[in-house]
């Protein structure tokens, strides 16, 4: 037991998490340092063996080795360090104290070797990350981290009833490939795309990233999407069905994001995008795709990370976050404007940059299965990425028109980070061997061909000739694009109303709650609920779940 | 002479260059019948991003509104 704990790499985290509660000034030296700490036992003392603690019901496997969790918790690690950097200056000991939660539930994901034990920490990293969200203390990040706290209970839960349902019929929790035959399958395949910012469900992304402060949403860009594209590998890897679900984020990411004007909105589109190139190299399912698909999670997670930290310096120093408001700012934040070029080439996959190296197995994958629309697609996707990310962000933010802002680049340890994700995206780009190195199959890709580097430069320039041809019509403009969540934004009077009903029944059997003296009590619960948004509509979803599952009689 | 067009220029020239990377890589590999076309991947990366801004365009003139929809 003892020896399980000194060796998951998580636990340091959580434990320092606590203590910056006990220690709020020394809150950066105890994230750091606990980082370190895990970085430490994950290179030297985590070794390929399982932990598990076997009852008379199921055995729960709370540490499970694997090469593909060693790669993903290596970059969550690396990522929450520059992070951390970036947020040095952020006086917020609750952030960073939920943050270090945060990457901690997530490292627990990756290493849990059980559906009971990966839910536990699944629902706490929903959590800890709609308190990142709250952090930020405004009234929008306050209603948007409700919507996003309903979105993953909810997902949650339909992850729940597709777990008992397993448990029930196969008296086996133990994680493994399953296969789309059975509904409960497809219940933990919902629950898991949910997360990922799957149709219909990708407006959360949008919805509630952007609203964090400029540091937490750098860490909230990295960890629950890359959760569940590493757990969709454990479990669904070569289902097709995902490489429809991908297409469609491809295109869902690039059209948003060519509409939006808000620049954190655009960056967290172009993680549907980038997270629906994933899905689609889980649904190709071969060592290859498999591969590409943790190698394009590595570099996206970096990358992704660096954009946002270019867009937080932005916000940082001059409080201004559309594209309406920033412009021209090249001249006064030079490094700023480097760094997030070189994040911006990255994520459009420009050669010797990590993009590159990642996506291009993906590209191979679906030809060397002969799958032509597939191809075409990602082809598509590749070029509308350098259209919506690529060029719009740097465009609009660091030239375009000058919008003679006086301000500088932001302080060192901000520009720190931002060298060290750029410095971490170019030398996988210039030697992708020592990424290859760590993929879960062995690799025999070489991403430098002519092939490779010709066709992708020629997607690229002519899509920057699109881009700047079309300029006129892609002109930002003060507005929002409406999305599947105006179906329940603005919603919630119709909740109060469903809930006054509810406990209107309740008080006509006055007598029997008079009686034992229970009404009082209810009628407290009532105002309680009709306050409490989150709270009252997770009560009504769990209701409405709960009726229609014994209606199927799936209990 | 604007930024705009500086760049669009800037483009064009490059443009112009990179069918020289074939002759230097010896590029001949065909994955598929389509990209033996000369020319596959410039054209059908502007067709793209060309349909791509004009399903956006189509898209906002439903879905478009005001900044201050949701307040």
Known sequence: MISSLISHPAFPLAIGSLFIFLFKEKANLISIGSILISLFILLFITNNVDYVYKSSLASINYFSYSKLAYLFCLVFLIMGLIGKLFSIYRDSYKEKAMVLMYISSAIFVLFSG????????????AIASTMVIWSSNSDKSLSAGNRYLIMHLLGGLILLLGIIGLYIDTNNLQIRLLNLDTWYNWMILIGFLLNAGAPPFSQ?????YPEGSYSSTVFLSAYTTKTSVFILIVTFAGSHVLMLIGIYMIMYGIIYALLENDIRRILSYSIVNQVGFMIVGIGIGTELSINGTAAHAFSHIIYKGLLLMSAGSVIYMINKRKCTDVGGLYKTMPLT???????????SAFPLTS????KSMIVDASIHEGMQ???LMLLVGSAGVFLHAGIKFPWFVFFHRDKKIITTDPPIYMKYAMIAASAICIIIGVWPQLLYGLLPYPVDFIPYTGNHVVSQLHLLFFSALAFFISLKYLERTLTLTLDVDWLYRGKIKYIKLLIKYL???????????SFIGLRNKFTILEDYLLRQTTISTMLILILIIFTVSLVMNIS | MNDRNKIIY????????????YVFYNFKK???NIDSILGFYPIFGFLACISLIIIAKTIAVILKKGDTYYD
């Open chain 2, 30 to 32: 065909v994955n598929f």
């Open chain 1, 503 to 513: 406990f209107g029944m309740i008080n006509k059997t006055e007598n029997i709650f």
């Open chain 1, 337 to 347: 404007a480097i760094c997030g070029i070189i994040g911006a080439l990255a994520i």
């Open chain 2, 10 to 21: 800037t483009l064009i020239l490059l443009i112009n260059v990179t069918p020289y990377l």
């Open chain 1, 204 to 208: 959360w992304i949008p919805d509630a």
């Open chain 1, 355 to 358: 993009g590159f190296i990642s």
């Open chain 1, 373 to 375: 629309l597939v191809w």
């Open chain 1, 114 to 125: 059980d559906f009971l034990t990966l839910y536990v920490f699944w629902e706490i990293m």
